[in-house]
């Protein structure tokens, strides 16, 4: 079975702290791409990053930092000195072969100035 | 380069009724997903085309259907409308379907109501 749990469903923080997003996932492939996106109250869905299951290196990008673990089956998402602009809701995704994706079910982010 | 696009932006349909959203492609990009986004939920995968041809579904009956033309563009077409598909309708294009990586850029959407 594939699935996406994103156990928060909604998080409000105070301008400038840290907040971590939390995706675990199941799969039996041993091929899967995992992706995180963004989608603001527009609608349209952003992409923020993709993984590789066999790469467990985690990430830096500015603000945003990713935490991969196979061994727990987790994929964490962490905004750091968070900001207004970051209230959006999150989603975490699994995709393997056969062309399907699967969506958590979203987190919804409130950054509260 | 020219986004993702979809149309209309907003559509009201009956119970019954049959309804046609249609998708651009951004330049260069021969897949097209659909996924259905129910309000507080994430999108459901509905189908995928790839040059033309459905190339992976979710679990989602018959009467959602679609197709995709020679320039990638792509309809989704659902008849027999039920109340509960009312959601919000996402296309996404990618350059290839070979690469489980390959990035999707989704569009804006498109809100369907069914009375």
């Known amino acids: 079975a594939q699935k996406v749990t994103q156990a928060q469903t909604e998080i409000s923080v105070v301008e400038k702290e840290d907040v971590t997003l939390d995706c675990v996932y199941e799969?039996?492939?041993?091929?899967?791409?995992l992706f995180w996106y963004k989608q603001p109250p527009s609608g349209e869905l952003v992409f923020l990053i993709r993984?590789?299951?066999?790469?467990?290196q985690n990430e830096i990008s500015g603000r945003y930092s990713w935490n991969f673990q196979k061994s727990t089956s987790s994929f964490n998402f962490t905004i750091t000195a968070s900001q207004v602009v970051d209230s959006a809701v999150y989603f975490c995704?699994?995709?393997?072969?056969?062309?399907?994706?699967?969506f958590g079910t979203g987190t919804s982010l409130t950054v509260i100035p | 380069e020219t986004g993702v696009t979809q149309s209309p932006t907003h559509l009201i349909k009956t119970r019954g009724q049959q309804v046609t959203l249609r998708c651009s492609s951004q330049?260069?990009?021969?897949?097209v997903s659909w996924y259905q986004q129910a309000l507080g939920q994430g999108p459901q995968f509905i189908f995928q085309y790839y040059r033309e041809e459905e190339n992976g579904r979710g679990n989602f009956p018959p009467r959602f259907s679609g197709l995709q033309f020679p320039n990638y563009s792509s309809e989704l077409n659902v008849n027999a409308l039920e109340l509960d598909d009312s959601a919000l309708y996402l296309c996404a294009s990618s350059l290839s379907t070979r690469e489980l990586g390959n990035e999707q850029f989704f569009g804006p959407g498109t809100r369907l109501t069914v009375l």
């Open positions: 995704a699994l995709r393997k072969a056969g062309n399907q994706f699967y």
């Open positions: 330049s260069g990009h021969n897949t």
């Open positions: 799969t039996r492939d041993t091929t899967y791409y």
């Open positions: 993984r590789n299951s066999f790469d467990e």
